[in-house]
């Protein structure tokens, strides 16, 4: 159904639009005015998202148009919205607007904070725009709109080696970028068209080693984003150093973003491609899984071992999606949305905790559920969630996971991914032992909560950590049946 209302537009844009204000009056308007700003245009994208759950519960798929964008091409300025980037797209606004919230009381102390802010505001409403895109040129062109804000945010407010890391991530992400864009260009060759709601038929006649290996460039680009084994090199660095509101952002929803792009590309473009694959993938995410436990149990700074947390996490979505069957499928997408909340939750909470403390390091911390007990209660929630652990979300997204590999015939990587959740488990005992229990240490006897700026998002995070477990139905009614449409592509399905 198309439509005339201009949302979707008008959700993409907003943030856009207000990047320009936040750097022009933000001097004058200083830290929280910016925070207010961003808050604000974050959370009106939010609503209007919101505005399109009740059609798209009752299964329109809602296009906007606003005519012929590149005449060559005949390519429009166009927008979709269905199951699939509903939910993501509420999770990117979302948790946005809590991240906004964050950097108020967080960036208190930093240096140029109208940049921060207005680059903030663009780095959302290029992941948006991802979200919403309905043909692939628009896409690429908000996938390298995320690029561009979100390497500054690293290289210019990181911690440690800002600069050296932001180049790492502006390298590995631009190559990702460039495979994708091959890909994108040469699907055009044989497709004649960029629009997704033409693309799958268009392809079917095209000659399969051609798919296979457009699959595999566009693939190439978004396991860079989601940060899959062996191109995970650059997150563990980028998400430790950045500012710890840009880590949640990285780290919660922009990683999904590739995941939705596996989603909405690689699977329902080229389902027959993915499906000679698809064991290979598997075993890729069971290494992506055991490698990033294993790294995050040899972690002493807090945010590392969050970091390397996030590409183990990777690969439970990427396993799911792979089973290639609706159940797992529906794993996959639905732990985007656990994993999105936990971690970053997780990270608001290692931020509070620097921000209170002054260290990273675990090993010189201890005892701060005394002081700091909001903040050992979210730590404790979002550490559940992501170790699977019921009645949190990530229990019912992780069981869907193992249960579709189970029903998909694979027994002996499913016993393996099983085993990856006892090395989660492991890693974030030892974390909150270390940092939340045993002896208070003497430079840490005045330490108390963070400011209430901080501690209100890291509040709604673990309510919902916790009502997504209790009520998995209420978000599961908008992921499933995009996985079931995906899902049916393929003989399992």
């Known amino acids: 159904m198309i439509d005339n209302y201009g949302l979707m537009l008008y959700s993409i844009i907003i943030p856009i639009i207000a990047s320009p204000i936040a750097y022009l009056f933000g001097k004058r308007i200083g830290r929280v005015g910016n925070g207010i700003l961003s808050t604000v245009a974050f959370a009106i994208s939010t609503l209007m998202l919101f505005s399109y759950l009740n059609r798209v519960l009752d299964g329109e798929i809602i296009s906007e148009s606003y005519g012929v964008w590149i005449g060559l091409f005949k390519l429009d300025m166009s927008f ?47 992941m948006i725009g991802v979200v919403l895109a309905s043909n692939l040129i628009l896409f690429y062109l908000f996938w390298e709109m995320m690029l561009i804000p979100s390497y500054f945010l690293i290289a210019h407010w990181g911690k440690g080696r800002p600069k050296i890391t932001g180049f790492k991530y502006f390298m590995f992400t631009h190559a990702g970028a460039a495979c ?53 090199t650059w997150l563990p660095d980028a998400h430790a150093e950045a500012p710890t509101p840009i880590s949640v952002l990285l780290s919660g929803v922009m990683i999904k973003c590739g995941a939705y792009a596996m989603a909405r590309i690689t699977l329902t473009f080229f389902p027959s491609s993915v499906a000679t694959v698809s064991y290979a993938l598997l075993v890729l995410a069971i290494i992506t899984m055991l490698w990033g436990g294993l790294m995050a149990f040899a972690q002493t700074d807090i945010k590392r071992l969050l970091a390397y947390s996030s590409v183990s996490q990777a690969g439970y979505i990427l396993f799911g999606l792979m089973s290639l069957y609706s159940l797992g499928i529906a794993g996959g997408l639905f732990h985007i949305i656990n994993h999105g909340i936990a971690k970053s939750l997780l990270f608001m909470s290692a931020g509070a905790i620097i921000y209170s403390t002054g260290i990273r390091d675990m090993r010189k911390l201890g005892g701060l559920a005394s002081k700091m007990p909001i903040t050992a209660v979210a730590v404790l929630c979002g550490a559940l969630s992501i170790a699977g652990t019921p009645p ?102």
């Open 80 to 126: 979709l919205m269905d199951h699939l980037s509903l939910t993501i797209s509420l999770l990117i606004a979302g948790i946005s607007t809590l991240a906004a919230i964050y950097s108020i009381s967080y960036m208190e102390h930093e240096h140029d904070q109208e940049i921060y802010f207005t680059c903030l505001l663009l780095f959302v409403g290029g």
């Open 180 to 232: 994708l864009l091959f890909g994108i260009l040469w699907s055009y060759s044989l497709a004649g068209t960029f629009d997704f709601l033409k693309l799958s038929t268009a392809l079917q006649s095209a000659p399969f080693d051609a798919l296979r290996w457009i699959m595999i460039l566009m693939f190439i680009g978004f396991a860079v984003k989601l940060a899959i084994f062996p191109v995970h």
């Open 392 to 493: 949190f979300g990530g229990f019912a997204s992780e069981w869907m996971i193992f249960a579709g590999a189970f029903e998909a015939g694979f027994m002996i990587l499913g016993a393996l991914a099983i085993i990856a959740t006892i090395i989660t488990i492991g890693y974030y005992l030892k974390m909150i032992k270390n940092v939340f229990f045993g002896e208070v240490p003497k430079n840490l006897k005045e330490v108390k909560e963070a400011p209430s700026y901080m501690l209100v998002p890291m509040s709604i995070l673990t309510f919902f950590t916790v009502i997504f477990g209790i009520f998995a139905y209420v978000p599961l009614n908008i992921i499933y049946p995009a996985a079931d449409i995906i899902g049916k592509f393929f003989l399992g399905g």
